[in-house]
C-alpha cells in the first residue's frame, strides 16, 4: 500500500488554520480559542494543537478533529492567553512532533502557509546547533524569533529579522513574554484577521472565528505588519516589512468559508461574482445549473440567476464519512467518489445540466463525478469552473506541488474536454478572476509567475526537470 495519501474527493489541501486569543481582564481564554478552532476545522482536519498562557505554557495537541483531541479538562485551564492551530499535513503522514503550536523557552508560535526556503533554513539553524522536533515549517520561524530576542531584541527587531530571512507565505500567531503577537508576509498572501470587544482580542485565519465569539470584525492585518497585543489588551502596530499585495487567489475559490471575510471582502460576494462572471463568458443551453457540493454553491446560484436556468441541487454529499482515506489504486479512489457524493436521478435524468466546480488539479474525481451524473441519465453536461486552468505549482501552503499531477499543465481545453466526458468546458478568464478577487492577487499557479525569488526559482527548478521548460 504504501505511504501515499489521496483525499476522498480531490479536496485541494491547505497547510492549516490558526486562532489566538488574549483576555482584557485575564479571564480564562480557552473556551473562546475552543470556539475559534472549531470555526477554522475545515482548514485542517488532521491534527490539532493548542498553547495557553498565565505565566507559565500549558499545551495540547492530537490527532484527528478538534472536539477529539481538546477535553473539559483543557476547558477549564485558568490561562488568558492562547494560540492554537488546526492542521494538514504535506507529507504523506502527520505525527505529534509536527503538530503546532511550536515551543521554545518564553516563546511560542504557529503559522498558517509554507516556507519556500525552509529546508535551507533549517540546515542552517541546524548548523548553529538548533534541535528540530519534526518537519513542520513554524519550528524555523520559532527559531529564527528566539535567536533574536535571546539576545534582548524586540518581538518587532525579531520579526523584521525573520521577514528579511524567509520566502513564503506565513501568517503567524505567538506568544512571548505576556504578550499576544501576530504578523503577516509581506505580500499577505495567506489570511490573517482580527478583532476585539471589552473582553478579548482574538487574531484568527478567518472571521467566522470571530463571529462564533461574538466579537465584531475589525479588519485584516495587513502585509508585512506586526500586530503586539499587551497583557490589558492593548494593540500596537507597526509595518515591518511591506510589499505589493499578493492574496491568495484560492482562499476565495476553494479554501474560506462563503460567510467569512478576509482581506475586507465576504467570500460570499466573491463567488457570487465569479459565478456571474462565468456566465457572461458562457453560457449555454440548458435545463439545470448544478453545483458541486460545497463551495461551488454560491458561483453556482449566481450562474443561474444571470443566465435565467433554474438552480438545482443535484449532487447529495455525505456528511458522516471522513474526509481523508488512505486509497491503494483508483478502483478503490472512485469507490471513494461515490461514498462521498450521490445524485438525485429524478433531478437530472434527461436534462441539460451545467455542472458548476470552483477548479480541476488532477482531474480523476471531476471525471468519476460527470460519470455518475452521466449514468442518473443527463443528456448533456456543460462543465464550468471559477477557477482558470491550474498550470503551476504552488509553493505557498496548497498541496498541488509537482507539474506531471496537473491536469491543465500537460493537456490543452478540449484535450482535458474528452477526457472528463463532458460536453463543455470552460474555465473562468484571469480577467474575470482577478475582476472578482481583486488585482492584488497572487496566480503563481496559473501564470507561473510567483511574488518571491524563492518560489520563482523552485518553479524553475522543477519546470526544468519535468522537461517541460
Excluded at 93 to 108: E, F, H, N, R
Excluded at 201 to 210: A, H, P, W
Aim: overall charge neutral; hydrophobic content about 35%.
Amino acid at each position: 500500500m504504501g505511504n501515499a495519501r489521496f483525499t476522498l474527493i480531490e479536496e485541494k489541501k491547505e497547510e492549516c488554520g490558526v486562532m489566538a486569543a488574549i483576555s482584557k481582564n485575564k479571564k480564562p481564554i480557552a473556551e473562546m480559542l475552543y470556539r475559534g478552532m472549531l470555526a477554522v476545522q475545515h482548514r485542517g482536519q488532521d491534527a490539532a494543537g493548542l498553547v495557553l498562557y498565565n505565566g507559565s505554557f500549558y499545551k495540547k495537541k492530537g490527532l484527528g478533529f478538534v472536539s477529539e483531541i481538546v477535553t473539559e479538562e483543557d476547558l477549564k485551564q485558568p490561562h488568558w492567553i492562547g494560540i492554537s492551530q488546526t492542521r494538514y499535513p504535506t507529507t504523506p503522514t502527520c505525527t505529534l512532533s509536527d503538530v503546532q503550536p511550536s515551543i521554545s523557552g518564553i516563546l511560542a508560535v504557529a503559522h498558517n502557509g509554507h516556507l519556500a526556503n525552509y529546508g535551507a533554513l533549517r540546515k542552517e539553524l541546524e548548523g548553529k546547533k538548533y534541535v528540530f522536533r519534526g518537519t513542520v515549517d513554524s519550528e524555523v520561524i520559532l527559531y529564527l524569533m528566539s535567536e533574536k530576542l535571546e539576545k534582548g531584541a524586540s518581538i518587532a527587531e525579531a520579526t523584521r529579522y525573520v521577514m528579511e530571512k524567509i520566502d513564503g507565505a506565513y501568517s503567524v500567531i505567538g506568544i512571548y513574554d505576556g504578550k499576544l503577537f501576530a504578523f503577516r508576509d509581506p505580500h499577505a498572501i495567506r489570511p490573517l484577521v482580527y478583532g476585539e470587544n471589552n473582553e478579548a482580542v482574538l487574531v484568527c485565519s478567518e472571521s467566522v472565528g470571530l463571529d462564533i465569539n461574538g466579537v465584531p470584525y475589525s479588519g485584516s492585518v495587513g502585509p508585512g505588519e506586526l500586530f503586539v497585543i499587551d497583557e490589558k489588551g492593548r494593540i500596537s502596530t507597526e509595518s515591518v516589512l511591506k510589499k505589493e499585495p499578493r492574496h491568495c487567489m484560492f482562499e476565495y475559490v476553494y479554501f474560506s468559508r462563503p460567510d467569512s471575510i478576509i482581506n475586507d471582502k465576504l467570500v460570499d460576494s466573491v463567488r457570487m461574482e465569479l459565478g456571474k462572471g462565468l456566465a457572461k463568458e458562457a453560457p449555454a443551453n440548458a435545463d439545470l445549473v448544478i453545483p458541486i457540493p460545497d463551495t461551488a454553491r454560491s458561483a453556482a446560484l449566481a450562474y443561474s440567476r444571470e443566465t435565467g436556468i433554474p438552480y438545482a441541487e443535484g449532487l447529495i454529499k455525505n456528511r458522516y464519512v471522513g474526509r481523508t482515506f488512505i486509497m491503494p489504486d483508483q478502483k478503490s479512489r472512485i469507490n471513494a467518489v461515490r461514498m462521498k457524493l450521490n445524485p438525485i436521478k429524478a433531478t437530472v435524468e434527461g436534462k441539460r445540466v451545467v455542472l458548476i466546480d470552483d477548479s480541476i488539479v488532477r482531474g480523476t474525481t471531476i471525471r468519476e463525478i460527470v460519470s455518475m451524473i452521466r449514468r442518473a441519465g443527463a443528456k448533456e453536461i456543460h462543465l464550468r469552473i471559477t477557477s482558470p486552468p491550474i498550470v503551476s505549482p504552488c509553493f505557498y501552503g496548497v498541496d498541488m506541488p509537482t507539474y506531471e499531477e496537473l491536469i491543465a499543465n500537460g493537456k490543452k481545453i478540449e484535450e482535458i474536454r474528452k477526457y472528463l466526458g463532458v460536453d463543455s468546458l470552460h474555465y473562468i478568464s484571469i480577467e474575470g478572476l482577478k475582476k472578482a478577487v481583486g488585482e492584488d492577487s497572487c496566480t503563481g499557479c496559473l501564470t507561473g509567475e510567483y511574488p518571491t525569488k524563492e518560489a520563482t526559482r523552485l518553479a524553475r527548478e522543477r519546470k526544468d526537470g519535468y522537461g517541460c521548460g
